[in-house]
């Protein structure tokens, strides 16, 4: 089984939910991000994503943009990073990582040789950030290559919910899917709305074997709390790690996680 799955069922078998929290790579510095890992998860975080720094994070807030602004003017060779991807999983080889990049990443660095690198990584599973806007030919070329080897693409679901992603997140999607959560007029999600509760389990409908995991507007346990009421397998929380960790403060980037984590526990 992939580690992915191994830790999911883990939670769900002590009847908690899941929390996958973003760590940026190379903000402030990739010798930091390294060290953070293990902050991260004695905290209570489940899987920990690593965030792969982009000149275009054009469906993220302001403040991830600007944190990968911070990881490129630390560091820009890309080989680096990987480097620091490779030195996490031989101190962490029983954890479950995910790593998130955009396409432009990608593309700069080699279709080919950047999903290379994330299978001589070890890695669990990839997210490709913009994967539903872009034109599918970097899809098609990644798709087989990591299907081979076991490693899974994180599917998306975009709010707007779009039914013609149903049919491949029912039969592609492993491991966990991400649902976005609804927004009002403005876009803004100032709480969790109840009309998620839907879309959840129109996921689920699709037949999906993969856990869904809702994201977007969970900055604080309220939020949490909000988000795991209305009935996903586990939640995604990235802007406030971002925050957190720009403000150099690790015991409270430790409280953060561990208020994170506390709505997801049974009780």
Known sequence: MNRVDIRIKEVKDRGEKFLVCLLPLGD???KKSHELVELYLKAG?????????????????????ESNIR????????????DTIKAIRKDFPKEPFDVMAYADTVKSYGVD??????????????????ATVITPDIVEDIDPVLEKAGVYRVRFMPHPFNEK?????????????????????????????????????????????????????INNPERAREAIDIGPDGIL??????????????KALEEIISGLKKPTLPG
């Not at 490129?72 to 990073?81: G, H, I, P, S, V």
């Not at 950047?114 to 599973?125: H, K, P, R, S, T």
């Not at 609804?182 to 959840?200: F, S, T």
């Not at 929380?237 to 690790?250: C, E, L, R, Y």
């Open 28 to 30: 402030p510095n990739l």
């Open 45 to 65: 975080v489940d899987i920990v994503e690593l965030g792969m720094p982009s000149h275009k994070p054009y469906l993220d807030s302001v403040n991830i943009a």
């Open 71 to 82: 990881s490129f003017q630390a560091e820009e060779n890309l080989d680096k990073y990987f």
């Open 113 to 130: 040789r950047f999903v290379g690198q994330i299978i001589e990584a070890d890695m669990d599973c990839f997210l490709l950030a913009d």
């Open 165 to 217: 992603l149903l049919p491949d997140i029912g039969k592609n999607a492993k491991g966990f899917v991400i649902l976005q959560a609804i927004a009002d007029a403005q876009g803004n999600r100032a709480n969790v709305a109840r009309e998620n509760k839907g879309l959840v389990q129109r996921m689920r409908d699709s037949g999906t074997e993969a856990a869904v995991t809702f994201a977007y507007g």
């Open 237 to 250: 929380v990235g802007t406030i790690m971002i925050n957190g960790i720009k403000a150099g403060d690790w």
